[in-house]
């Protein structure tokens, strides 16, 4: 079964803490993703990756900054925690190639920060 | 701007209540329109993608449908166990990474 692995369900940090937030696809997808999901808001691209070492920052990058060392593996950093960085964060991973370019989600990483 | 907006915010039916959930788009043309279920404290599991107008899929008792500018998924009598946010989402054929844009949602609940 397709599986998106992130590390955490809940974190609370101080504020100005460094946060790393990471995500493991094992369907050795090319694509992954970072979001924010805010009641109202939807769900917001931070930062996605195309390709390991590469990476384009999406429509809220402010504040963030992603790693991708290995194929598999999506690491979102926050490089100084703040309050209004509390919400919900997904990973996700896509393939762009062929028909079936859907998504698959992680479990989601609720981030409190105090 | 690629915009999606879906309609009700919220729904609410007793068990076997048929009804559908709204989802509206404007994009620089359409690569896929995805159609995803998300219970609460989860992240979202996907359903349907649906490329072209007038394209239908099916899936137990969802079935999502695509016109030039919406699309619907019909939920025929609805089980307490569908009660989830559906969320839709576009993908634009243009972009370099195949630019996704989401909506807010619409939450079901189904009243046994």
């Known amino acids: 079964d397709v599986k998106v692995t992130q590390s955490s369900r809940y974190l609370v940090k101080r504020t100005g803490e460094k946060v790393f937030l990471e995500c493991v696809q094992d369907?050795?997808?090319?694509?992954m993703f970072w979001y924010r999901q805010d009641p109202g808001l939807g769900l917001r691209l931070i930062y996605f990756?195309?390709?390991?070492?590469?990476?384009e920052k999406g429509d809220i990058p402010e504040g963030y900054s992603v790693s991708r060392e290995k194929k598999e593996r999506f690491s979102l950093i926050l490089e100084s925690a703040s309050t209004n960085q509390t919400s919900m964060y997904l990973c996700a991973s896509s393939s762009p190639k062929g028909s079936n370019t859907e998504a698959f989600f992680g479990q989601g990483t609720r981030l409190t920060v105090v | 701007e690629d915009q999606v907006t879906q309609s009700p915010e919220a729904l609410r039916l007793q068990e076997g209540e048929s009804s559908s959930l709204n989802c509206s788009y404007t994009?620089?043309?359409?690569?896929?329109l995805f159609w995803y279920r998300q219970d609460p404290g989860k992240g979202p599991e996907f359903l349907f993608t649906?490329?072209?107008a007038g394209e239908e899929k099916e899936k137990e008792r969802l079935k999502a449908t695509l016109t030039k500018k919406e699309s619907f998924l019909h939920i025929t009598a609805p089980k307490p166990e569908d009660s989830a946010t559906y969320l839709c989402a576009v993908q634009a054929a243009s972009g370099g990474y195949q630019k996704v844009t989401f909506g807010t949602g619409t939450k079901l609940q189904v009243i046994p």
């Open positions: 994009v620089s043309g359409l690569r896929g």
């Open positions: 649906l490329y072209s």
């Open positions: 990756s195309y390709d390991v070492k590469m990476k």
């Open positions: 369907m050795d997808h090319e694509n």
